[in-house]
């Protein structure tokens, strides 16, 4: 592909960099995404509440030319795991090197671009997270207590939270989980069920002492609410994130126990303490740091430097106050300067149809359904993305998905660009037109660019509005998107589409124009084929493949995303490529095909579902053995 002479140069998207570490003296930044629980299939709402809208800012910065690195992972710890390991008859570490390939081909097939995803059970979690535990410790931030846990006679164990189901002692929902409930998103303890039942033989178990160490939150509350008030403000956090964090600064921070009587997670590294790992949750996220450590081993200068690196955090409001709260503390408490959370960007849930997503219960549409359907990745992504829950719950209906792929993406988008690309290669022969102010061969690039903007002809009223009118919404597009207003820059980034039809119907581009007309066809279609390179930058983030189908079309580079739209990046020479469909019309009809087909069922295939029969009759027997290890 040629383009150096007819393409402006340096607007070229640059590739990847495979080694990145913080610049000093520019604008850094650090994304992460909550880790999913490696235990199942994502579904529709894990995928739009982190790791999606993390790849859409990861993506903004970088089509913005900035140094940015995004980090995710499975969260291979805990009792999440071990339930799951137990019902399929397999040890933990055999059901998370099932499905953390499961999890990295689903999010592959999403387009999400990490820079890293890896995993929680690696030896560079256990050194960092015991550094962090050791150092809490030396400065007599750790609590030793004895706490009542629920202990099941039947399996001769002490039953982690995610082991107990009962009823919740706040709303009466029956079947909240020993660690938080369901129905009315509190966090529980185990103990403070009613009528609670081991999960595993429907045993009622009985309180049971053991020693445990808890993390003294409260006594750095007032650093943590000074660090809030500053933090939440400059980083612009969501609405829900910081409601959720002010209720439990205003509630009082407790101690917070951080140890389990289980053996599948981080051990605790102190003598008299065997048998003993830290609770998934004040683990968990020390996944971010450990996972970065296997990207590079400079790692501490994305970790330990706060002056340099804006950390950007994303996830369900149900993770926020880990984040929000115990995570930071975890890391003030151990005296090091480490780059803290600047942003915090959460959802709202993503409902299926008429109820809740639920990995447990099986409902709702999984990373491998939508793959099942045929529908292209980028038409999943921008369904998701314009219905992000951002400020409530919102609801994903086929109904819908189907029209937005038609009255939108379709008749909107694939219109434009097909229309433009078509009339090019038929009219054209695929040639990029010179316009007659513009075709003296001596003529300057600075005077050719000048001229193609059309600032000085008394006739090119409607390019100079529309300049205008894209320009407006430009503005608007990087302030949504700086902003982390995710769903506001999709919708504006369709609309500078929509003008750009409304500019093709305005001037009429047909056979009359380029036959009777040709300077002024010839002008419309440079203005057109400009912007649609343009709208290629403002959709990388949003939909990589139609941006890169979109650059394809025009025989060029992915590029970068300017400060301001000029018609002078596809300049008058250059020969484009072929058109192609970026999106084809899905038959309503599918609408109760697929409601049938997905309208509940949990994504098992057929050995799945036998192991589960064959396990379930030998899971109390295997609750000692390897198979039962767990990390809550």
Same mark, same amino acid.
């Given at each position: 592909m040629s383009t150096t002479a007819t393409i402006k140069p340096d607007i070229a998207l640059p590739p990847k960099n495979p080694h990145k570490v913080p610049i000093p003296g520019q604008r850094n930044v650090l994304i992460t995404s909550a880790l999913p629980y490696v235990n199942n299939v994502p579904h529709l709402g894990n995928i739009?509440?982190?790791?999606?809208?993390? =790849?859409?800012?990861?993506?903004?910065?970088?089509?913005r030319g900035i140094n940015a690195l995004y980090i995710c992972g499975t969260d291979e710890y805990g009792t999440a795991t071990e339930t799951k390991a137990i019902s399929d008859g397999v040890t933990c570490q055999e059901l998370c090197d099932k499905y953390y390939p499961i999890h990295k081909q689903c999010y592959e097939w999403f387009e999400i671009d990490? =820079?890293?995803?890896?995993?929680?059970?690696?030896?560079?979690?256990?050194?960092?997270?015991?550094?962090?535990?050791?150092?809490?410790?030396?400065?007599?931030?750790?609590?030793?207590?004895?706490?009542?846990?629920?202990?099941?006679?039947?399996?001769?164990?002490?039953?982690?939270?995610?082991?107990?189901?009962?009823?919740?002692?706040?709303?009466?929902?029956?079947d909240a989980r020993g660690d938080q409930c369901d129905q009315c998103g509190h966090l529980l303890n185990a103990v403070d069920l009613i009528n609670p039942r081991c999960k595993l033989d429907n045993n009622?178990?009985?309180?049971?002492?053991?020693?445990?160490?808890?993390?003294?939150?409260?006594?750095?509350?007032?650093?943590?609410?000074?660090?809030?008030?500053?933090?939440?403000?400059?980083?612009?956090?969501?609405?829900?994130?910081?409601?959720?964090?002010?209720?439990?600064?205003?509630?009082?921070?407790?101690?917070?126990?951080?140890?389990?009587?289980?053996?599948?997670?981080?051990?605790?590294?102190?003598?008299?303490?065997e048998g003993k790992v830290f609770y998934v949750w004040f683990d968990a996220p020390i996944g971010y740091p450990s996972i970065t450590a296997t990207y590079t081993k400079e790692w501490e200068k994305w970790w330990k430097n706060p002056k340099d690196v804006k950390l950007y955090q994303f996830m369900g409001k149900?993770?926020?106050?880990?984040?929000?709260?115990?995570?930071?503390?975890?890391?003030?408490?151990?005296?090091?300067?480490?780059?803290?959370?600047?942003?915090?960007?959460?959802?709202?849930?993503?409902?299926?149809?008429?109820?809740?997503?639920?990995?447990?219960?099986?409902?709702?549409?999984?990373?491998?359904?939508?793959?099942?359907?045929?529908?292209?990745?980028?038409?999943?992504?921008y369904y998701l993305l314009s219905n992000r829950?951002?400020?409530?719950?919102?609801?994903?209906?086929?109904?819908?998905?189907i029209a937005r792929n038609n009255n939108e993406l379709l008749a909107n988008l694939g219109n434009f660009v097909n229309r433009v690309i078509k009339f090019v290669n038929a009219k054209y022969e695929s040639n990029v037109p010179s316009i007659e102010t513009a075709a003296a061969a001596s003529a300057s690039e600075e005077k050719l660019i000048r001229e193609i903007n059309f600032s000085s002809d008394a006739d090119a009223?409607?390019?100079?509005?529309?300049?205008?009118?894209?320009?407006?919404?430009?503005?608007?597009?990087?302030?949504?998107? =700086?902003?982390?207003?995710?769903?506001?820059?999709?919708?504006?980034?369709?609309?500078?589409?929509?003008?750009?039809?409304?500019?093709?119907?305005?001037n009429k581009i047909d056979n009359t124009l380029f036959a009777e007309h040709r300077d002024r066809c010839d002008r419309v279609i440079i203005t057109a084929l400009n912007l649609i390179y343009l709208l290629s930058a403002l959709l990388f983030p949003y939909m990589p493949s139609t941006a890169e189908g979109i650059a394809r079309q025009?025989?060029?580079?992915?590029?970068?995303?300017?400060?301001?739209?000029?018609?002078?990046?596809?300049?008058?020479?250059?020969?484009?490529?072929?058109?192609?469909?970026?999106?084809?019309?899905? =038959?309503?009809?599918?609408?109760?095909?697929?409601r049938a087909k997905y309208g509940g069922s949990s994504p098992e295939a057929p050995d799945d579902k036998k192991k589960k029969k064959k396990a379930a009759a030998k899971a109390t027997s295997s609750a000692t053995s390897s198979a039962t290890k767990v990390s809550e």
């Open positions: 739009i509440g982190s790791t999606l809208s993390a =790849d859409v800012y990861a993506r903004y910065q970088r089509v990490f =820079d890293k995803f890896g995993r929680t059970t690696t030896e560079e979690q256990s050194i960092i997270a015991q550094d962090i535990f050791l150092k809490l410790h030396e400065k007599g931030l750790l609590v030793e207590e004895v706490m009542l846990q629920l202990y099941c006679s039947q399996c001769d164990r002490y039953l982690a939270d995610r082991f107990v189901e009962g009823t919740c002692p706040r709303c009466s929902y029956e009622c178990p009985v309180q049971k002492e053991s020693k445990h160490f808890f993390l003294d939150l409260g006594r750095l509350q007032g650093r943590c609410e000074e660090w809030f008030e500053q933090t939440s403000v400059e980083g612009n956090w969501s609405a829900n994130g910081r409601i959720i964090t002010q209720s439990w600064l205003k509630e009082g921070l407790k101690l917070r126990c951080i140890t389990r009587d289980l053996k599948w997670g981080t051990p605790v590294p102190l003598e008299g303490w149900d993770n926020v106050p880990f984040h929000s709260v115990i995570f930071p503390i975890s890391l003030m408490g151990t005296g090091e300067e480490w780059t803290l959370l600047n942003t915090l960007s959460t959802t709202e849930y993503l409902q299926y149809e008429s109820g809740k997503f639920s990995k447990s219960r099986g409902v709702g549409i999984f990373g491998n359904n939508v793959q099942e359907t045929g529908i292209p990745p980028s038409v999943w992504r829950p951002e400020t409530n719950d919102s609801l994903y209906l086929w109904k819908d998905f009223a409607a390019e100079e509005k529309l300049i205008r009118e894209v320009n407006e919404k430009l503005k608007q597009y990087i302030e949504a998107l =700086d902003d982390v207003k995710i769903r506001e820059g999709l919708r504006l980034a369709m609309e500078i589409s929509a003008l750009g039809n409304g500019y093709l119907q305005e025009l025989n060029a580079p992915l590029r970068l995303l300017p400060d301001e739209f000029a018609v002078d990046a596809i300049l008058p020479g250059h020969v484009i490529g072929r058109a192609e469909y970026l999106f084809k019309r899905i =038959d309503e009809k599918q609408e109760a095909i697929w």
